[in-house]
T-cell receptor, first 117, second 111 residues
Framework: SQTIHQWPATLVQPVGSPLSLECTVEGTSNPNLYWYRQAAGRGLQLLFYSVGIGQISSEVPQNLSASRPQDRQFILSSKKLLLSDSGFYLCAWSVQRTRGAGNSPLHFGNGTRLTVT | GENVEQHPSTLSVQEGDSAVIKCTYS??????FPWYKQELGKRPQLIID?????GEKKDQRIAVTLNKTAKHFSLHITETQPEDSAVYFCAVNTGGFKTIFGAGTRLFVKA
């Protein structure tokens, strides 16, 4: 069966420090991969998605970036964190389909709670 | 782009009563409508989904209805239990890579 691992679970970082969150998926090949952010008490905002190695699409202009160095590895990074980057970051995967993720549900990791101080 | 509105933002019901959450969307090309449940501090998990060629789908105590003409869909939970207390998100996908979420409904089931 498929599993998704996301780490760390919690992170407290000072403003201006770098960030690296990692996500890996097991049990499936060529997944679509996603990074979502959830502010406290809010909905889910799509940050990045990837349909293949090295292919990254950004949805929200910001000081975050994403990379996919391997088929089942997705990394979220920042060179300098802002206070507004605080939130609950969720990695997700879905089945790769010819015309996109369309009818395939998202499977989320356990999330990383980031607090920027 | 697609816009998804979800109501109500908070819903409180007595145990055993029914709960209904409604969502509207803007893009008529949308064809996939999943619902996710998120318990406090945990990840969202799919509870039910419906595709545009279906008007209603039921799974035990939960059901989803879709009105493509009016561009709205609803989640129905019958015989609510305290463990149904959570935040529920509707979502919409147009067949592409983006799944757009509603703002969420916080459901409280009082014992």
């Amino acid at each position: 069966s498929q599993t998704i691992h996301q780490w760390p679970a919690t992170l407290v970082q000072p403003v201006g420090s770098p960030l690296s969150l990692e996500c890996t998926v097991e049990g499936t090949s060529n997944p679509n991969l996603y990074w979502y952010r959830q502010a406290a008490g809010r909905g889910l905002q799509l940050l990045f998605y990837s349909v293949g190695i090295g292919q990254i699409s950004s949805e929200v202009p910001q000081n975050l970036s994403a990379s996919r160095p391997q088929d089942r590895q997705f990394i979220l990074s920042s060179k300098k964190l802002l206070l507004s980057d605080s939130g609950f970051y969720l990695c997700a995967w879905s089945v790769q389909r010819t015309r996109g993720a369309g009818n395939s549900p998202l499977h989320f990791g356990n999330g990383t709670r980031l607090t920027v101080t | 782009g697609e816009n998804v509105e979800q109501h109500p933002s908070t819903l409180s019901v007595q145990e055993g009563d029914s709960a209904v959450i409604k969502c509207t969307y803007s893009d008529s090309a949308s064809n996939y409508f999943p619902w996710y449940k998120q318990e406090l501090g945990k990840r969202p998990q799919l509870i039910i989904d419906i595709r545009s060629n279906v008007g209603e789908k039921k799974d035990q105590r939960i059901a989803v209805t879709l009105n493509k003409t009016a561009k709205h869909f609803s989640l129905h939970i019958t015989e609510t239990q305290p463990e149904d207390s959570a935040v529920y998100f509707c979502a919409v996908n147009t067949g592409g890579f983006k799944t757009i979420f509603g703002a969420g409904t916080r459901l409280f089931v009082k014992a």
